[in-house]
């Protein structure tokens, strides 16, 4: 069994529907340019009002992928 190096970036991903809307789209938009992403953790979530009603949902992640080995 091999040894992993891991890095983690911070995203954040906004929805009108849902805050898990805004996770799956940050983490599906995140895993298009960055490879090997493995987990995430949610650090923020938050949002914005517009007319006493809620306009968007907000979530700020920490999302954890695996650097290649150079070998």
Not at 8 to 26: K, L, Q
Not at 36 to 54: A, D, L, S
């Amino acid at each position: 069994m091999s040894d992993h190096v891991y890095k983690r970036v911070e995203i954040v991903g906004s929805s009108t529907t849902s805050i898990d809307d805004a996770i799956r789209t940050a983490i599906a938009q995140c895993s298009k340019t960055v490879h090997n992403v493995e987990w995430f953790e949610v650090q923020e979530t938050r949002g914005h009002v517009e007319n006493g009603q809620v306009a968007h949902f907000q979530v700020v992640l920490k999302v954890g992928f695996r650097i290649d080995a150079s070998s």
